[in-house]
């Protein structure tokens, strides 16, 4: 099972936003939601692309990405933190059933080792990919190919759990088995034929897997 992080397990996409919306309010930035919702899912190269092809080539991303990190990881960091209904039960059930488990996110190496030790949830994953790790950011699925190579299993007997369209596509491109968790991006029609499954929460995983034969059972 490949689990990408912010807005899968933990409920950080709400968060990143939310401090980006006190930059833009200190600075007069416009339309900084429907901003951070295109970068959905993406490293940072493509984010950075999305910002200066929107607000302008001099744009100081760099600067006001700055302030909102020290947001992210000043007041608000605790409420990052939050890891999302069923997401400690369904790595659990994974453990005890000895399924290989890697998270694959396009979030930063430094600030994924930071968040899971924090959390105390880093000794689930056997690997991490993150999106300095990589040379390609979703939706291209040069992550979740990777993730797979380092678990040593063929990516069509992975199931990939995600909650933005870049995400899902770059899962369905890898040729995997793709399960969207909604959070900031509903299942919308755009969406829907890069799903093999849509859970509400990470607590339907368990069943799911279940039917497919793995017999997983929640602790």
């Known amino acids: 099972v490949l689990f990408d992080m912010d807005g899968v397990i ?3 996409e709400k968060v990143v936003v939310a401090c980006w919306q006190e930059v833009a309010k200190k600075y007069g930035i416009p339309h900084i939601e429907d901003t951070c919702r295109k970068c959905l899912g993406l490293n940072q190269e493509a984010t950075v692309r999305i910002f200066l092809d929107t607000y302008g080539e001099d744009f100081p991303y ?4 700055q302030e909102m990190r020290e947001l992210f990881f000043g007041p608000y960091y605790e409420q990052s933190l939050t890891v999302k209904k069923g997401g400690r039960e369904l790595l659990a059930a994974l ?7 890697a998270l694959a996110t396009s979030t930063a190496q ?3 080792l930071k968040e899971l030790k924090d959390a105390g949830i880093r000794d689930y994953f056997d690997q991490v990919v993150c999106g300095d790790m990589v040379s390609h950011s979703k939706p291209h699925p040069e992550i979740f190919l990777t993730a797979a190579e ?4 063929p990516p069509k007997q992975c199931l990939i759990l995600e909650d933005s369209l870049n995400g899902i596509r770059a899962a369905k491109a890898a040729g995997a088995w793709s399960c969207m968790v909604p959070d900031l991006t509903p299942a919308v029609d755009e969406i829907r034929p890069f799903c093999d499954i849509i859970c509400e929460d990470l607590s339907q995983v368990i069943p799911y897997l279940d039917s497919c034969g793995s017999f997983l059972q929640s602790p």
């Open 10 to 12: 933990f409920d950080t």
């Open 150 to 153: 380092k678990l040593q299993t």
């Open 110 to 112: 430094a600030s994924v």
């Open 95 to 101: 453990k005890n059933a000895h399924i290989p488990v």
């Open 62 to 65: 760099a600067a006001y990405k």
